[in-house]
């Protein structure tokens, strides 16, 4: 099979000829792989908010991955700025400071911008322009290129979140807060957001939805390690009205140019109670599956909800990627195979961007034992 027959198969809950598999690398590890695969060093990949960069085709193809990622641009607004360190503030207003550790660099959120905004002051905002072209220079023609010269699935990743974007612009604190005792406050700035993310959605999937195979919501993350952002009652009552509208939006102008398509959310720790209401709200696919966090036991996630969702992800990046023994990373990778893999409906990943504290060695091991294990039937004890 192809990787993009191969992807589909599983996404449609059927058996394809091994589990499909896939990461997303952050820079520092990118550079070490690529140095470890032998491959020449090419331009340098754009770098995303969390440092995570595009694998070229022929790294991905090298390492078996099955997917290719695909985002636009980030446009400019009257808050846009770049800084000599390193540090940017971007088109919501954001500040993002580069922060450099002994494993590289990340960037950090600082000053969140609608800290101390009154209700008012919403409308007074300069929000960013969902129809700057920008966003899509050079979409169409970075996947139709990927579509003609390989035969890998293409993840795209369009519009960014509606909840965790309110988090950066309000900050943390005063967010959760919000949502508690001011919701008209907090149902108006998801609000505002709302309608650009729409915006910028509706205008990439006329560029190049065509091309696409799954298309993934924004990162929207509503777990902690041990425990949900909020409880079930707030989630329906406040935030979920504001991810249906979108995620329904998003969804049908996908399925227009793609029928056959996925929709794919992002949401980390421990998600549990919000599964049921997720299906509801038309996603597919739930990614990353935190196996380390509470609640989020493979057996039980697959029993309960692998009928209706597929998964992706599910390989430990807080202790098994970088701290584990070899025979720790098979273990692992032979667990999320037989809970998650059997029937189909499961895309074998990393938990998250891979970060730098993640060994190439790690990495390459990872791609043998997919392919030794997670050919179908699959058949572990």
């Given at each position: 099979?192809?990787?993009?027959?191969?992807?589909?198969?599983?996404?449609?809950?059927?058996?394809?000829?091994?589990?499909?598999f896939?990461?997303?690398?952050?820079?520092?590890?990118?550079?070490?792989?690529?140095?470890?695969?032998?491959?020449?060093a090419?331009?340098?990949?754009?770098?995303?908010?969390?440092?995570?960069?595009q694998?070229?085709?022929?790294?991905?193809?090298?390492?078996?991955v099955?997917?290719?990622?695909?985002?636009?641009?980030?446009?400019?607004?009257?808050?846009?700025?770049?800084?000599?360190?390193?540090?940017?503030?971007?088109?919501w207003?954001?500040?993002w400071?580069?922060?450099?550790t002994?494993?590289g660099?990340?960037?950090?959120?600082?000053?969140?911008?609608?800290?101390?905004?009154?209700?008012?002051?919403?409308?007074?905002?300069?929000?960013?322009?969902?129809?700057?072209?920008?966003?899509?220079?050079?979409l169409?023609?970075?996947?139709?290129?990927?579509?003609d010269?390989?035969?890998?699935?293409?993840?795209?990743k369009f519009?960014?979140?509606?909840?965790?974007?309110?988090?950066?612009?309000?900050?943390?604190?005063?967010?959760?807060a919000?949502?508690?005792?001011?919701?008209?406050?907090?149902?108006?700035?998801m609000?505002?957001?709302?309608a650009i993310q729409?915006?910028?959605?509706?205008?990439?999937?006329?560029?190049?939805?065509?091309?696409v195979?799954?298309?993934?919501?924004?990162?929207?993350d509503?777990?902690?390690?041990?425990?949900?952002?909020?409880?079930?009652?707030?989630?329906?009552?406040?935030?979920?009205?504001h991810?249906?509208?979108?995620?329904?939006?998003?969804?049908n102008?996908?399925l227009?140019?793609?029928?056959n398509g996925?929709v794919m959310?992002h949401?980390?720790?421990?998600?549990?109670q919000?599964i049921?209401?997720?299906?509801?709200?038309?996603?597919?696919?739930?990614?990353?599956?935190?196996?380390?966090?509470?609640?989020m036991?493979l057996?039980?996630?697959?029993?309960?909800?692998?009928?209706?969702?597929c998964?992706?992800?599910?390989?430990?990046?807080?202790?098994?990627?970088?701290?584990?023994?070899?025979?720790?990373?098979?273990?692992?990778?032979?667990?999320?195979l037989?809970?998650?893999?059997?029937g189909g409906?499961?895309i074998?990943?990393?938990?998250h961007?891979?970060?730098?504290?993640?060994?190439?060695?790690?990495l390459?091991l990872m791609?043998?034992?997919?392919?030794?294990?997670?050919?179908?039937p699959?058949?572990?004890?």
């Amino acid at each position: 099979m192809t990787s993009r027959e191969r992807v589909m198969a599983a996404l449609n809950h059927r058996e394809p000829d091994r589990v499909p598999f896939d990461m997303v690398l952050t820079i520092g590890v990118y550079e070490d792989l690529r140095k470890a695969l032998g491959l020449n060093a090419a331009k340098p990949p754009r770098v995303g908010h969390w440092t995570d960069v595009q694998m070229p085709v022929e790294m991905i193809e090298k390492l078996g991955v099955d997917v290719y990622y695909v985002s636009p641009k980030s446009a400019k607004s009257a808050h846009s700025e770049r800084f000599k360190d390193g540090s940017f503030r971007d088109e919501w207003g954001c500040f993002w400071k580069k922060v450099f550790t002994s494993q590289g660099y990340y960037f950090e959120l600082e000053n969140p911008p609608l800290k101390d905004a009154s209700i008012e002051d919403l409308d007074d905002y300069i929000w960013p322009d969902p129809n700057d072209p920008v966003r899509y220079e050079g979409l169409y023609e970075e996947m139709k290129n990927v579509r003609d010269n390989s035969d890998l699935a293409i993840i795209a990743k369009f519009a960014g979140a509606v909840f965790e974007l309110a988090t950066y612009m309000r900050g943390h604190e005063q967010w959760y807060a919000d949502i508690l005792i001011d919701p008209e406050f907090a149902n108006k700035l998801m609000s505002k957001i709302s309608a650009i993310q729409m915006g910028i959605n509706e205008n990439c999937m006329r560029e190049a939805g065509k091309f696409v195979d799954i298309f993934r919501f924004s990162g929207e993350d509503l777990g902690m390690q041990d425990r949900p952002l909020m409880s079930i009652n707030t989630f329906r009552n406040v935030v979920k009205p504001h991810l249906k509208q979108l995620w329904s939006h998003g969804k049908n102008l996908f399925l227009q140019q793609n029928p056959n398509g996925k929709v794919m959310l992002h949401s980390c720790g421990n998600v549990y109670q919000y599964i049921g209401d997720l299906i509801e709200c038309g996603i597919d696919v739930l990614n990353p599956i935190q196996p380390r966090a509470a609640g989020m036991d493979l057996f039980r996630l697959k029993k309960e909800f692998g009928d209706k969702l597929c998964f992706h992800g599910a390989i430990d990046i807080q202790h098994v990627l970088p701290f584990g023994t070899d025979e720790e990373i098979e273990e692992a990778i032979k667990t999320a195979l037989k809970s998650l893999g059997v029937g189909g409906g499961y895309i074998i990943a990393p938990a998250h961007n891979v970060q730098s504290d993640v060994s190439a060695k790690t990495l390459i091991l990872m791609s043998e034992l997919v392919k030794k294990y997670g050919t179908y039937p699959i058949n572990l004890t």
